[in-house]
């Protein structure tokens, strides 16, 4: 896996790339009230806004990590966002992007980098 300084996971899965958000920024942002997705088929450039999520606390942004064609959604967070806050970084990824420059996972932390970030 590797981690961005805006506290998202990438985890490679065959030719896809999933993200998601940090148990770290899930907890800053305290209960997940609603989480809105991109559609499936959208290209995005790193950096685009493609998430919304919203919390008790704060509305926050996920920003695309990498270029790339959005190939799949998680259909579970909509109507059960609080699974954000159970285990953000398993079962409430957020989507799957195809890249189209794979390289750019280069760029990012590794698990121990990122904890020397957060701490």
Known sequence: MKFTEEHEWLRP?????V???TQHA????GDIVFVELPEVGTEVTKDDEVVVIESVKAASDILAPLDGEIV????ALPDNPALVNEDPQGEAWFFKIRPSEPQQMD???DEAGY???IS
């Open 19 to 21: 993200v998601g958000i």
């Open 115 to 117: 904890l020397a970030l």
């Open 72 to 75: 799949e959604i998680n259909e």
């Open 26 to 29: 899930a907890t800053q942002l």
């Open 107 to 109: 760029e990012y932390m």
């Open 13 to 17: 899965e065959d030719d896809v790339i």
